[in-house]
Nanobody, 122 residues
Framework: QVQFVESGGRSVQPGESLRLSCTMS??????MGWFRQAPGKEIEFVVS????????YYADFARGRFTASRDRGENTVNLLMTNLRSEDTAVYLC?????????????????WGQGTQVTVSS
């Protein structure tokens, strides 16, 4: 059984930084990703990182502001988000997919965490 422990979500002001963490258990050969869902909107891809942590793919809005990392062979993915904007407000969901490589589509991810709320507001 695949399980997740997500943490780090909280309220911050615009321009501040936040680090999310996701630890997965139950799958040793799963790529991982972060998605987000704002109220009334569809789920949106944020970043995907492969099993060994040396291939990372970002959504356009995340590139340059967000940094994902995963230690080789570890099942913890950290997401450092900088220069946060109000439009980054969402529930951030950690997910895992069978297979080693990255993927940008939600349908490719079989396993999902409960999510952690990020609110950016002045």
């Amino acid at each position: 059984q695949v399980q997740f422990v997500e943490s780090g979500g909280r309220s911050v002001q615009p321009g501040e930084s936040l680090r999310l963490s996701c630890t997965m258990s139950g799958c040793d050969r799963c790529a991982m990703g972060w998605f987000r869902q704002a109220p009334g909107k569809e789920i949106e891809f944020v970043v995907s990182i492969n099993v060994v942590g040396d291939s990372v793919y970002y959504a356009d809005f995340a590139r340059g502001r967000f940094t994902a990392s995963r230690d080789r062979g570890e099942n913890t993915v950290n997401l450092l988000m900088t220069n946060l904007r109000s439009e980054d407000t969402a529930v951030y969901l950690c997910a895992a997919k069978d297979g080693l490589g990255v993927h940008t589509r939600a349908y490719a991810y079989r396993y999902w965490g409960q999510g952690t709320q990020v609110t950016v507001s002045s």
